[in-house]
Every structure is written in structure tokens, then in C-alpha cells.
């Protein structure tokens, strides 16, 4: 279910690739680009990741963080960020209790067989905490980041 637009985005403390904590307060006054992926170093998610890291000038240029959570933990996190030289912050929820917050984990359909796990979403929080696009199902994970950075720059241009 997607989140309201506009509604406070729900707070959250995970830990980054180092074992530092990082909240989401931390970034008040930035814009923040949220995305739920199920694994480090797995196809789709690698697509995604390095689509974001292609594209992380222009959402530097919306004053945008960008924060990529999944449930593996910092190792992981470091050895799939120092791979493909990812120049963002990689956070673990291993207890899918933040995904669980912001929809990003529940049922979904994968093959054709109804399945739990880890739903691809991504959720752009503007600078004043709240929430301005929820893209609740990802289908396609390699040009998603695409039309998240085209969001921005029209909103930019209004």
C-alpha cells in the first residue's frame, strides 16, 4: 500500500556498512531518496545500485541523499559498495522492521507464485521530512532511478 503523499515519513535508526548508526532526522533539510532492494550483489539490485550511482550528480544537484536499505548486513553492504564504487549510504534491516514501516516488505508475486519477502520501493522524503512520491512496486529496476531523478527535476522546475 503506498504511503500518503504529503504524511510524515515514518522514522527510522539503522546501521550503515560500518556499523554506524544513521536516522533519518540525520537528513532534515535535505531530500532523501529511499530505496528497498532484496540483496546486495544480485542482478536486478546491482542494475539498480549502479543505476543510482550513474545518475547521483543530478540528484546532488536536488540536495538529495540517496540511502539504499536492504536486510544483508554491513559486510555485505561494504564488499557490494566497494565493488561497484557506490558513492552512497547502504543500510541493513535484518529484522525488515523498517521495510515493514514503509511497505517494502509483505507479499508479493515473484515467478507467478504469491511470495513474502523484500518488495522493491522506493520513497523520495523532501526536506521537511514528509513524504513527496511513493514508487510502492519497482518493476524495472534498471531505469527505475530514472524516473525517480525525473520526478525531482519536475518538481524543480515548477
Known amino acids: 500500500m503506498p504511503l500518503a503523499e504529503g504524511s510524515k515519513a515514518p522514522t527510522f535508526t539503522?546501521?550503515?556498512?560500518?556499523?554506524?548508526?544513521?536516522?533519518l532526522k540525520d537528513f532534515l533539510g535535505r531530500n532523501v531518496v529511499l530505496y528497498f532492494y532484496p540483496r546486495d550483489d544480485t542482478p536486478g539490485c546491482t542494475k539498480e545500485a549502479c543505476s543510482f550511482r550513474d545518475l547521483s550528480k543530478g540528484f546532488a544537484?536536488?540536495?538529495?541523499?540517496?540511502?539504499?536499505?536492504?536486510?544483508?548486513?554491513?559486510?555485505?553492504?561494504?564488499?557490494f559498495a566497494e565493488k561497484y564504487k557506490l558513492?552512497?549510504?547502504?543500510?541493513?534491516?535484518p529484522k525488515k522492521k523498517v521495510m515493514e514501516k514503509y511497505g517494502a516488505f509483505g507479499e508479493k508475486m515473484m515467478y507467478g507464485k504469491k511470495?513474502?519477502?523484500?518488495?522493491?520501493?522506493?520513497?523520495?522524503?523532501?526536506?521537511?521530512g514528509k513524504i513527496v512520491k511513493h514508487w510502492a512496486k519497482v518493476a524495472k529496476a534498471e531505469t527505475h532511478p530514472e524516473a525517480v531523478l525525473a520526478a525531482m527535476d519536475e518538481a524543480a522546475a515548477k
Not at 115 to 128: A, N
Open 115 to 128: 511470495t513474502t519477502g523484500v518488495i522493491r520501493s522506493t520513497v523520495w522524503i523532501g526536506k521537511d
Open 87 to 93: 558513492p552512497f549510504v547502504l543500510l541493513s534491516d
Open 61 to 79: 544537484k536536488h540536495d538529495a541523499v540517496i540511502l539504499g536499505v536492504s536486510p544483508d548486513g554491513g559486510e555485505a553492504h561494504l564488499r
Open 14 to 23: 539503522l546501521e550503515d556498512s560500518r556499523g554506524k548508526k544513521v536516522a
